[in-house]
């Protein structure tokens, strides 16, 4: 068995807050977590995971999780992982299971029961019931030779070398393990179910990965009235209204067919009157636009979009939004990407505070 670092002879959480855990004894236990995780993965037998990964993809029904405790949250958290993959799954409550619930299983599903022991007394329990049923049963546990594998249809074996706690006995790293296994499997599924982004996203619309992946530019875009526009051959003083009051900080110039000509900003105003003083009355928006500014189009990624005002070699406030034909449809600004809300209304999250 690995060895852990030395704890103090006194445990009592007055001397532990008093400053009795020094950096040193911290480095010590994650280094020995480390090599609790690698005696894992050093001995995990990859046929077996092979197997139950195969026993999961094939099933025409529903993959259950079951567990007690520690495992029993580990176990809802997997299963949570593969409904985020499309993947029907749920977690069943042993003791639940026991007093009604039990009638969900059926001969198309999978029972995973995950347990360090093998000895739960719940799940084993469980077990001639979810037979009954014709569920396919499978054990994943860190015990040779459990009650539990002798009985399931399939058996997981998850080396462990001993838990991380100095007593050998609160389940942190043997969780861990089944944290590691059941995540690993589920990106698994994910590769041999071929699952694309779109469809990733879709399953969290809500989220900061909803937000990323789901919203493009023309859900987030001003356009019509909201677009601040002008001709190049407007006069810059008389445009200071349309500049200033669209809350987009500049001006979009176009021609008579709305096609982008350029763009001219707040910042180029303070440039232009700093250099030309009293000539800036005579100035129109045309000389002194900036006739090569980025732009984006509608279907882009709205976080993408956020990308590209940030990229080199100067970041910039705006995109104007234009089509195939260079025609401006739109503009998406940063300040709409970080605090215009994109859900509906009344929700609390904000594009921008969770990207």
């Known amino acids: 068995m690995g060895s852990l670092p030395a704890f103090p002879n006194d445990h009592s959480p007055k001397q532990t807050i008093n400053g009795l855990i020094d950096e040193t004894t911290l480095i010590d236990l994650f280094k020995s977590q480390q090599n609790h995780l690698n005696f894992f993965f050093d001995r995990i ?18 993959v259950f999780f079951t567990g007690v405790g520690k495992s029993g949250f580990v176990a809802h958290k997997i299963s949570q992982t593969l409904v985020s993959l499309g993947i029907r799954s749920s977690f069943l409550s042993p003791v639940d299971a026991l007093h009604g619930d039990i009638g969900i299983l059926s001969d198309r599903d999978v029972l995973v029961l995950l347990s360090k022991s093998g000895a739960t007394e719940e799940l084993l329990r469980l077990v001639p019931c979810a037979r009954a049923k014709g569920a396919m049963l499978i054990a994943v546990t860190s015990v040779e ?18 838990e991380l706690c100095p007593f050998n006995l609160a389940p942190v790293t043997s969780t861990a393990i089944q944290m590691v296994f059941g995540d690993t499997v589920a990106i698994a599924l994910m590769a041999a179910r071929n699952l694309t982004k779109d469809e990733y996203a879709a399953n969290h619309p809500a989220g900061k990965i909803g937000k990323s992946l789901i919203f493009k530019v023309r859900d987030v875009m001003k356009k019509d009235e909201e677009l601040p526009i002008c001709k190049e051959s407007d006069l810059i003083m008389d445009q200071l209204v349309e ?69 080199p070699p100067s970041p910039v406030q705006f995109l104007p939004v234009i089509d195939d034909d260079n025609v401006v449809i739109g503009i998406v600004t940063l300040h709409v990407l970080a605090i215009r809300h994109l859900n509906p209304p009344n929700s609390k999250w904000e594009f921008g505070v969770l990207l």
Do not use: Y
């Not at 030779?145 to 001993?162: I, Q």
């Open 45 to 62: 037998d990859h046929s077996q995971t092979l197997a139950f990964t195969r026993a999961l993809l094939s099933s025409t029904g529903t």
């Open 145 to 162: 030779g459990n009650a539990l594998s002798t009985v399931c249809d399939m058996t997981v074996h998850l080396p462990l070398e001993r």
């Open 243 to 311: 500049l200033t009051s669209k809350g987009c900080g500049c001006l979009l110039v176009i021609d008579g067919d709305r096609r982008l000509i350029g763009t001219f900003t707040d910042g180029d105003l303070r440039r232009t009157l700093k250099a030309s003083g009293e000539a800036i009355f005579k100035l129109t928006v045309g000389k002194m636009c900036n006739r090569n500014p980025r732009t984006i189009g509608p279907e882009v990624m709205a976080v993408d979009a956020m990308k590209k005002m940030e990229a």
